[in-house]
Structure formats: C-alpha cells, structure tokens
C-alpha cells in the first residue's frame, strides 16, 4: 500500500514550490479526485449524504479507499500547519481560537489516521505487517503533533517515540530513504523539544531517548518490531552487547591535551563515526596498496563525510545556547568551542590528506608524469612486449605536463586555504606551539606550490624565472625544516599510514634535497642559456640592449656603461591610435583649415545657413569626433 511513500512525496511535491497552504488546496483536489474514483462524490447541488464507513473488504478491494483516507488525514494536518505557519510570520502567539482550531484540525488528522490502523489491522484487509507498522506510525505521528499543540508532553514523546522506531525498524529492512526527511525534519527536533521541555538533558542521545520513551505496553507493537529488528528496542548491557552506536559513543573529547565532556548527543555520535571511519580506512588502506591515487582518495569519502557531520551537530548546538541566551563564559559554552575546534581541525586534517594523495609519491615533489586515467590501454598483440614497454616509457607532449602541473598547483592551493582556515579556529592564534607547527606546514606546501610553478617556466623555455622560484622555494623550505617538530617515527612506516595534515620531518628533509638539487641543477641550465644567447647575439651581430629598454625583465648582469642612450636621439614612442585621433579635435596642424572668419558666416548666413553655425569638423581617423 505504500502509505510511507504516498505522504512523504505528496509533501515534498506540494512545499518544493510552495507551502502549507499551497499543500491544503491541492490535498483538496486530490481528495475530491479520489471520491470520484470511489463514486462517492456528492454531484453538484445536490443534498449531502452521509457515506457508510470504509469496511476492510473494501480496502482489500481497492487500495483507492486507502488513499482517501490518507488525503482526509493529511488535509486536515495542512490546514493546521498552515494556520501556525502563518501566526509565526506574523511574529504572534498562538492563543484563543487559533490555538482551538489547530488542536481540532490534528485531533481530526489523528482520529481519521487511526481509523485507518483500525481497518488495517483487520484480518480482511490483506494488509501486510508492514502496511499495519506505517499506518500506526503514521497515526503516531499526528497524535505527536496534536499533543505537541496540547503541551502535554509526556504523551507527544510517547507518540512521537512509537513513531520514530517503527520507521527505524523499518529502515533497517530496506525502506530507509521514505523516512528519512520526516525523522530528521519533523520527528527528531519534537522528540528533542519534547525531552527539553521534560529537564532531559542535551546529553542524552535520541535514540535512547525513543527507547525509553516509547509505549511497551502494546505487545503485538513490540512484537512486531521485534520480528523486523530485534536490537532496535535493546537497552543497557544488552545494548552494549550488540555493539549499538548510541551506548558505545564517547561522553569526552580531547584536544591538544585538554578533556572536556561532549554537551550534545549529537556530536558524541558524530564523533563516533568518526573514529570507526578512521579504524576503516586504515584497514582499507592496508589492504590496496596498489591503487592508483585517484582510487585511494575515493576512500577519504567516509570519513569526510562523518567529520562534516560532527562539525554540522557542533555548530547546531553552538546556535541552541547562543539562542537560549546563554553567556560565552558559560562552562557548556566554552566546552562547546573547544570541541568546535577539535572538529574542525579534523575535518581540515582529512581534507590535506585527500588533496596530498591526489599530488602523487612524496606530495608531488618528484617530477613524474604519469599518462591520463582515462584513456584505456590497448590490449597487447603477440610478440608485441617491446611496443608496450616503449609505450610506458613515452613522455607525455609538453602541453599534458603543464596541465598536470596545473592540477598540482590547484591542490596545493587548497590546501594552504585549509591551512589559512585553521588559523582562524578559536584558541588556535594563542597556541604558539601549534601555530608554530602549522606555519610549518603552510611553508612546506608553498615550497611545492613554487616549485610545481618553476617546472612549468622551465617547460615553457624561460629558465630565468624558474631560477627565481626554485631560489624561492629553497628559502621557504628552509623556513619550514626550522618549524616542523622533529620524530623518531620511520619514513616509511608514515607513508603507509593515512595521510593528514602532519608532516613528517622525514618529508620536509627528502624535500629540501630535492629542492636543493633541483637549484643547482637550474644554476647550471640558465648558466648555459645565457652563453648561448650571448654567443647567438654575437654571431648575429645584435647590439646590447640598454637597461632603460629592457626593465620589463629581471637583468642578468647589469651594464653602467649601457643604461641609457647618450647622447639621445629621436625615436619613434609607440603610442595608441587613439591618443592621436583625440588630439586631431584639439591641437592645430599645419594642414588643418583655419577656422571660418565673421565675413565667410555672413556670406553663409546670406546662402541660406544660420548665422553662427560653424563648418562641420574633421571626424578624425576612424571617422567620429569629439
């Protein structure tokens, strides 16, 4: 019967554009559609009669009768939605008949949703146990938000319990994705309001909440759940037993040797999927060494996406107390920001570690140039070895190099935002040990940033500029090899390790080499450049430029006998056509006309011109004026 999936899409088609109200003029469409279908529909003036009540059989006859029902139920529901909605526009309080009306349009919604739970639970329906599971969690969830208009909140969270573990069971058996908007939207935040209103402490989880919450004493419910998920309704030891998240989260989290306690359930489980997404990717790291980069950073998914979620749960309490009013010096406060900065420094962490797999071996330092993923490689013919090794060993055309030079330098670009970002974090700036070690890091990407951009000056022939980056890039990396903390770790052992934020000591020294090498190596190319210009200026008989000709380039060698030309001579200025046309309008030339005297106006005014019009002006080069 779908009854799920036929409230949550006719919801989310009508509010995407739209809102209560909108839903409440097309709910009464559609039921009058489906009293059509039915034949039930009172005709056009004609006397209202009273239609029998629906009957199982025939519900087990046409599933249409189900349907109206749901629409008379969720008509009601947007008609109350949409008189609260708009008293919360209108910034006012809900009292008097306001109030009345919404509680009786819910009581109304509930009444006709359990309705329909009575006639589902009825052997002649041929319902199913799922079909009967929707419906009461349905019903569940009207009686939640009419309590919740009650403010009786014992039984909104009894309700809105029920409701939150019958989806949950049935999550768990494959139907997942109908439910999820109505448990992170509607269900969760009135559980949590609810729970709040009751002095349940933020600590507490939901779940255990829902659990401890919701109604055991209808037996053939908890029977029912039980056969779809036998853990769901599992508390205390036996929970713990079964490995359930919401019992094994941690109540503390530690940064930078301080311990505070988690103040939001929220974060705690956040935070522990964090630490299982980290025990995985390891293990899957261990286990494809052989992979390419690009497949090895497809594993940095999960845990991205877990820290994300434990860096959106922190600012989400973070935005609870700030509302409630509570003062920065507060102690919930002030553990709150430290684990804000926890969260989001791994988050960071995780970020650099994906951008420095997708650089290559050692960060990219290495220049290697490995042919594109895309392109698929040809199977290999008989006796054909050597033209497979000669095509592994062909080097790419320079404009592939300077492409992945580009993607290189890109990644390094975000990472050193990240790096910039962590700096932002609070309680980092006073952190001079740590700010210390990050500045390092930051030193230690630049290095690679520039040196990436001097092989690609050095690819495009000017060997100059690359000179000045890689002298560049060694200053930076001695910089760096000062600010990283020295380890004992070995290199190798860090390298199969997921990669992060933390640079290794053994990292910035192999980098330096690099470095070091590769200016040499540079001094020496543009040693041999400039012998080879001179001697080609020289064969050719090219006299030296002077110094005031050429301040557009770094000078080699500075010549104070060649600075400028004396004694000077006139030479032609390249200038903008332009700039001469403007002047035509304004500076008299010698083959300019001179302008119409008094005695040739009176000769044109007696032709027929007016008296004071002056001959029309030479439009300039391009033929307009000024």
Not at 230 to 241: H, M, R, S, T, Y
Request: proline share 4%; aromatic share 6%; charged share 25%.
């Amino acid at each position: 019967m779908d009854i799920t999936s036929f409230v949550v899409q006719g919801r989310e088609q009508a509010l995407l554009y739209g809102d209560y109200s909108t839903y409440h003029g097309q709910l009464a469409k559609r039921l009058l559609s489906s009293r059509k279908k039915l034949g039930i529909v009172t005709k056009n003036r004609g006397k209202f009669q009273r239609r029998d009540q629906v009957a199982p059989q025939d519900v087990s006859s046409d599933n249409e009768h189900v349907h109206r029902l749901l629409l008379t139920s969720e008509r009601a529901w947007a008609q109350a939605m949409s008189i609260k909605a708009s008293h919360s526009a209108a910034q006012k309080d809900i009292t008097g008949r306001a109030r009345s009306h919404i509680i009786s349009r819910l009581n109304k919604a509930a009444q006709t949703a359990q309705g329909l739970v009575d006639i589902l639970t009825a052997s002649a329906s041929g319902a199913t146990a799922n079909d009967v599971l929707e419906a009461k969690s349905y019903a569940s969830l009207m009686r939640g938000a009419m309590m919740f208009e009650k403010h009786n909140w014992e039984l909104c969270l009894q309700n809105y319990a029920a409701s939150r573990v019958i989806y949950n069971a049935l999550a768990n058996a494959g139907n997942g994705d109908l439910s999820k908007d109505l448990l992170s939207e509607t269900i969760d935040p009135s559980l949590r309001y609810a729970a709040y209103q009751l002095k349940t402490p933020r600590t507490v989880p939901i779940s255990t909440i829902a659990k401890k919450s919701f109604p055991r004493s209808d037996a053939a419910l908890v029977q029912a759940i039980n056969q779809l998920d036998a853990n769901i309704l599992a508390e205390g030891d036996e929970a713990v037993k079964l490995g359930d998240p919401t019992e094994n989260a941690p109540r503390t989290i530690t940064w930078r040797s301080r311990e505070v306690q988690i103040e939001d359930a929220q974060i705690s489980l956040a935070w522990a999927s964090v630490e299982a997404a980290k025990t995985r990717l390891a293990s899957n790291l261990a286990q494809s060494q052989d992979l390419q980069p690009h497949k090895v950073a497809v594993l940095y998914d999960e845990i991205l996406m877990a820290t994300q979620d434990a860096v959106d749960a922190t600012k989400h309490a973070i935005d609870e107390l700030n509302a409630e009013g509570v003062a920065p010096s507060d102690n919930r406060m002030q553990s709150l920001q430290v684990t804000r900065t926890a969260v989001n420094y791994e988050m960071i962490s995780w970020r650099v570690g994906r951008n420095r797999v997708l650089t290559g071996h050692h960060d990219g330092g290495p220049e290697e140039y490995k042919a594109s993923r895309r392109r698929k490689a040809k199977a290999p013919k008989d006796g054909d070895s050597t033209a497979t090794e000669q095509e592994k060993g062909r080097e790419l055309p320079p404009s592939k190099k300077l492409a992945k030079l580009k993607e290189k330098v890109a990644l390094y670009d975000g990472t050193l935002q990240n790096l910039q970002s962590i700096k932002e974090l609070p309680g980092v700036a006073a952190d001079q040990e740590l700010a210390t070690k990050i500045d390092g890091y930051e030193k230690y990407f630049e290095t690679l940033k520039c040196l990436s951009i001097a092989r690609s000056h050095a690819i495009g022939g000017t060997v100059v500029n690359a000179l000045a980056l890689i002298n560049h890039a060694s200053s930076l990396i001695q910089d760096a090899s000062s600010k990283v903390p020295l380890g004992a770790a070995d290199s190798n052992q860090q390298q199969q390790q997921p990669l992060s934020i933390d640079v290794h000591p053994e990292a910035v020294s192999f980098l330096s080499n690099l470095v070091n090498g590769e200016l040499q190596r540079h001094r020496a190319i543009a040693h041999i450049h400039n012998l080879r210009d001179a001697e080609r200026k020289e064969a050719n008989g090219e006299p030296e430029a002077r110094l005031v000709d050429s301040l557009h380039t770094y000078p080699r060698r500075v010549n104070l006998r060649n600075l400028v030309q004396f004694p000077p001579k006139m030479e032609l200025i390249p200038v903008k056509p332009i700039f001469l046309d403007v002047a035509w309008n304004y500076i008299d030339y010698p083959t300019r006309e001179p302008q119409a005297s008094t005695a040739s106006a009176t000769t044109a005014a007696a032709a027929g011109k007016k008296a004071g019009e002056e001959p029309k002006k030479k439009g300039g080069w391009f033929g307009f004026g000024r």
